[in-house]
C-alpha cells in the first residue's frame, strides 16, 4: 500500500508534489508498514556515521552498476538488490543523500528506469536532515526479502546516448541540451584563459550548442528545492514542450536538475545523458567546445 502523499503546502505548486516528501512528514513515518527508505550518497561511507532509523544503504557504484559492461545493473540484478534491501514492488520508496540529493536523484531515476511506481526525494537530503538534529541510527536493519519480481529495465524516454547527441548537433531543433555543471567547468579554460581538464577527462569544456544551467541554483543553502515560481523563472528559457537532454560529469547531477524539470515543473520530454562529459570528452575526434572557440578532441 502507498504512504499518503505530502500535505505540505510549498510542494503543492510544485507540477508532481507526490514526488517530494519533506522531512517532517518522513519523521512521523518511518517504520510504516509499505515505506522503505534508502540513502544513497557520494561518499557512500558517510550512512556509517549516522543514518536515517530504518535506512538501507544504496552505493550507486558498487550495487547500481554492472560489475564488467559499462552500464547499469539488469533486471535479475536489480531485483536481487530489491530483496536484499527488503524493499517491495509496491512500496513507497524514499530517497535521500549527500550533496543536496545528487547521487539520491540518481538512484531515484535507476529506479524509475525499472518502474518502480512510487519513489520519492526527500527535500534537502542528508545535511537538511542532520541540520534539523532529527534522529539518525548506527545500526543497520535486515529486512526479509519481499519477492521483488524480475522487472527488465527499459531505458527509453528516460536515458540518451551518445550517438543520438552528435547526430543532433546536425539538426539544431532535434535536441536541447543542457550542461549543469559549473560555469568554470562549462568554459573549460581558467581565469587566465588557459584550457583545462575535468578529472579524468581529456578535454575540458562542452558539448557544442549546449546551453549553461548550473544544477545548485535549483536548490537554497540548506539543500531544500526553490519554489516553483523561483523554478520558473530559473528555467525560462526552457521549452517544456521540447525534447531536453540534461548532462554533467558522469550523470549525477544531471539527474538532479532531470528531477526538477520532471517533476517539479512538469516537462514531458526530459532525458539524462548519464555517460555526460566523462565519455564525451575522452572520445577520439568528437566536437567541443572551450567558451567560443570550437575544437576537435
Aim: proline share 5%.
Amino acid at each position: 500500500m502507498a504512504a499518503p502523499f505530502d500535505p505540505f503546502p510549498a510542494f503543492q505548486d510544485y507540477a508532481h508534489p507526490e514526488r517530494i516528501v519533506s522531512a517532517s512528514w518522513l519523521s512521523a513515518r518511518l517504520g510504516s508498514p509499505g515505506l522503505k527508505v534508502v540513502e544513497s550518497n557520494e561518499d557512500s561511507l558517510l550512512y556509517d556515521i549516522g543514518h536515517l532509523p530504518g535506512a538501507v544503504r544504496i552505493d550507486w557504484s558498487k550495487d547500481l552498476n554492472d560489475p564488467v559492461t559499462r552500464d547499469f545493473i539488469d533486471g535479475e540484478s536489480f531485483a536481487e538488490l530489491m530483496n536484499r534491501k527488503g524493499i517491495a514492488r509496491d512500496d513507497t520508496v524514499v530517497i535521500y543523500g549527500d550533496k543536496s540529493n545528487w547521487w539520491a536523484a540518481f538512484t531515484l531515476w535507476v529506479f524509475e528506469l525499472f518502474g518502480h511506481s512510487d519513489v520519492r526525494l526527500l527535500n534537502g537530503g542528508r545535511d537538511a536532515w542532520m541540520t534539523e538534529e532529527r534522529d539518525t541510527s548506527y545500526v543497520v536493519p535486515e529486512y526479509p526479502s519481499a519477492n521483488y519480481p524480475v522487472v527488465e529495465r527499459v531505458d527509453e524516454n528516460q536515458r540518451a546516448f551518445v550517438a543520438e547527441v552528435l547526430a543532433s548537433l546536425q539538426d539544431s531543433s532535434a535536441l536541447k541540451l543542457v550542461d549543469v555543471r559549473t560555469p568554470s567547468e562549462f568554459s573549460g579554460i581558467d581565469e587566465h584563459g588557459n584550457p583545462v581538464t575535468n578529472a579524468g577527462v581529456l578535454r575540458g569544456g562542452h558539448i557544442p550548442g549546449a546551453v549553461n544551467m548550473d544544477w545548485s541554483d535549483a536548490v537554497l543553502p540548506n539543500g531544500n528545492f526553490k519554489t516553483r515560481a523561483e523554478l520558473d523563472s530559473l528555467y525560462s528559457a526552457l521549452d517544456p514542450q521540447d525534447d531536453t537532454v540534461i548532462y554533467c560529469q558522469v550523470g549525477d547531477r544531471a539527474a538532479h536538475t532531470w528531477f526538477v524539470l520532471k517533476y517539479l515543473l512538469g516537462f514531458e520530454n526530459v532525458r539524462n545523458y548519464d555517460g555526460s562529459w566523462a565519455e564525451w570528452g575522452n572520445m577520439v575526434r568528437m566536437p567541443i567546445e572551450t567558451g567560443d572557440t570550437t575544437q576537435k578532441a
